[in-house]
């Protein structure tokens, strides 16, 4: 499949476009040879765009030639293409939180690195959004070009397990090419691989009805290698345990903790109120009996999900008032932020000369 994208025209960008200002988010990790065909297009998709726009391109940490291609991207562009280095490679979540922290505009955009997502898309999701009022719309391969057995098969089934849990019914949680109204996104932080759950995240911070999907376009990997396998599958498992326990016990952790103990303290108790009826009543030894020693664990274990329950309740107390914690580290840069750094509507920080 030929990676070089359709020059644009009129009819992508959507008519009447409410004024704001677009930050296109990419992070990457070993993908050198994307980084130009990335940019090029990027610029080509957002050259007719009516607002202010930027790219913020984030290294995570690459032990390939990435940081050096998106240096040279930003040289070649010009100041409204902004590059984030991370010091290591903190994973892709961390590394998608670091250009949302970067990014100025009040509409974000991310989307990967490996051209699979095509930029192409990114002013109609954004008049969409626009449009309805949404706070996130998210993109939904339709037409995945990717393998079955080991993609698309795993990828089906964490999505409609996902939906059943979170309450945000969406076809493709895995997609990266997302809309969001900044205003909401940033009230999120990212930590671990959650990435994959941003939907689900967002509903923590706002209406499920604000959230929507859009069908987008989706190309085979061309450069490079993909960084996924069979065994992320085990990991959203336990990513998702977690987003259903955040979910629905973020703010309220003890009730949680403290339900289950008090389950396993009553059903302890009932066995040893059962057994001492035997003892006394019936005059029958329960010294020996496996049941006497199940009964005492079960009340062990209720008090220790209790106390487990309080702990996390001021766990809780620290996590609401203690925000300003970050899940990566980035490398000190002098970056302006003078109205320079943004490309305007009939800029000349289009494509550089030499690819005209």
Known sequence: MSTSPLPPTEAQIPAGLPQHSLSVVVPMYNEAE????????????????????????????????????????????????????????????????????????????????????????????????????????????KDRQDGLLLRKIPSRIANRLIARMTGVHLRDYGCSLKVFRASAIKNVRLYGE???????????????????????????????????????????????????????????????????????????????????????????DIGTRPLLFGGFFLIIAGVQMVTSGVLAELLARVYYESGANRSYLAREAETPTTDACWHLPGGAAEVPADKA
């Open 34 to 141: 994307n980084v130009e065909p990335l940019l090029e297009r990027i610029h080509l998709a957002l050259a007719l765009y009516p607002w202010p726009w930027e790219a913020v391109l984030v290294d995570d940490g690459s032990s390939d030639a990435t940081a050096a291609e998106l240096l040279r991207g930003a040289q070649r562009y010009g100041p409204h293409v902004r590059v984030v280095q991370l010091v290591r490679n903190f994973k892709q979540t961390a590394a998608m939180q670091a250009g949302i922290d970067a990014a100025r505009g009040s509409v974000i955009v991310t989307l990967d690195g490996d051209l699979q997502n095509d930029p192409v898309d990114i002013p109609r999701m954004v008049g969409r959004l626009l449009a309805e009022d949404l706070d996130l719309v998210a993109g939904w391969r």
């Open 194 to 284: 959650m990435h994959r759950f941003i939907p689900a995240w967002l509903a923590t911070v706002t209406t499920p009805r604000r959230i929507a999907q859009e069908v987008v376009t989706h190309h085979a990997r061309v450069f490079g290698q993909s960084k996924y396998g069979i065994s992320r599958t085990f990991r959203v498992i336990l990513d998702l345990i977690f987003v259903y326990f955040f979910m629905r016990f973020r703010t309220r952790p003890g009730h949680f903790f403290g339900g289950i103990g008090i389950v396993l303290g009553a059903l302890g108790s009932l066995i040893l109120a059962y057994l001492s009826a035997v003892k006394f009543f019936l005059d029958e």
